[in-house]
């Protein structure tokens, strides 16, 4: 690398001036070295400390990492149906953390193989609103004269729909719709054939996007049932929780495979105060590997699972958990409420 040599003179009121010299390189240079294949990286503490592959508890998971129960039961395969099969908006509701938006990612990468998914947030929409997001990924030019006219956007849908791709629009966060976002979508589903709809629509929210359903009660009308994420059991807590340390951990070369980080005892705290929403546990699980890792330990113990449960805030008072000993944690403040039972059950 070719470092190229600069002398800065400051000015100085009480003393004749001075000069540095400061030694930089050509920022091209820079990237050069650090996108180098052949440069030979720091690998991650924590990855080294117990020999894995990657991160099993990720912030954002890629969807290698994706959780199926194998039922007919399963969210994904539900909605899949539901999308094939009712030409009705579906509606999906969930309270944080129990993946509405990462089974958001993980249906549209399967349909995307044949059908044109459109995927937005509610929350991330800009000045122009719903229908002009819509009509610039349909390739369309909103600001143009027409452009979001409903004849244009039912000629295009048409146009692709003959093309042998369907059109299937996915709003996220869509408690946070306004009036205007829900007349727009009802727009967008009365666009329409003797054949029947040119778009299929699914909403992803918490239980609180029936309000703003209800200010457009035309849309209402046509929305087609629910369904509903609801926590994991104990069994499917364990096998999730397993499959993410297997996926994580080295292959084993015996009999005996590499040695889990966390111990037993550690395992069944985590999966009893996490309340079988999967972002708690992953939450909980990534802060423990961080204190073991820290303390320098071996294993994950239960001290570093209750420090955790300290540090994020979801400890239980001794008194709620002799009450209490499985449900007793949703009574805490950060989750006050947000697990209450919804309608059109559905294990997940």
């Avoid at 111990?263 to 079988?276: D, F, I, M, N, Q």
Wanted: proline content about 9%; some cysteine.
């Amino acid at each position: 690398m070719t470092f190229t040599r600069q002398t800065f003179t400051a000015p100085s009121f009480t003393s004749p001036p001075f000069t540095t010299e400061i030694r930089t390189a050509p920022v091209a240079a820079v990237l050069d070295e650090i996108n180098d294949p052949g440069r030979i990286r720091p690998r991650d503490p924590l990855l080294a400390h117990w020999s894995l592959r990657h991160h099993p508890f990720p912030v954002d998971p890629g969807l290698d990492l994706a959780f199926s129960t194998g039922t007919d039961r399963d969210p994904a395969r539900r909605l899949i149906a539901r999308i094939h099969g009712d030409p009705r908006p579906t509606l999906v509701l969930g309270e944080a953390g129990l993946g509405k938006t990462y089974l958001a990612r993980w249906v549209a990468a399967v349909l995307r193989r044949r059908d044109t998914v459109i995927r937005l947030s509610a929350r991330t929409l800009d000045a122009d609103g719903l229908l002009a997001t819509v009509c610039r990924a349909l390739d369309l030019d909103p600001h143009r004269r027409g452009g979001m006219g409903t004849r244009v956007i039912r000629a295009r849908l048409l146009a692709m729909g003959l093309g042998g791709r369907r059109v299937i629009l996915m709003v996220d966060d869509a408690e946070a719709l306004t009036e205007r976002g829900t007349l727009d979508l009802f727009h967008l589903d009365s666009l329409e054939t003797k054949r029947g709809r040119l778009l299929r629509m699914v909403l992803l929210g918490r239980p609180e996007i029936r309000i703003p359903v209800t200010q457009c009660p035309p849309l209402r009308a046509r929305l087609g049932s629910a369904i509903t994420l609801k926590p994991l059991t104990r069994e499917e807590g364990a096998t999730y929780f397993n499959q993410r340390l297997e996926q994580a951990l080295p292959q084993a070369t015996g009999d005996q495979g590499p040695p889990s980080p966390f111990t037993p005892a550690a395992k069944r705290l985590l999966l009893r105060e996490s309340l079988g929403v999967p972002g708690i546990l992953d939450t909980l699980a990534a802060r423990c590997l961080d204190l073991a890792l820290a303390d320098g330990s071996p294993q994950v113990e239960t001290g570093h699972a209750r420090m955790a449960l300290r540090v994020l805030g979801l400890a239980r008072s001794p008194a709620l958990a002799l009450l209490f000993p499985w449900r007793g944690s949703a009574l805490r403040d950060p989750l006050a409420g947000s697990l209450a039972p919804c309608p059109a059950p559905l294990s997940s």
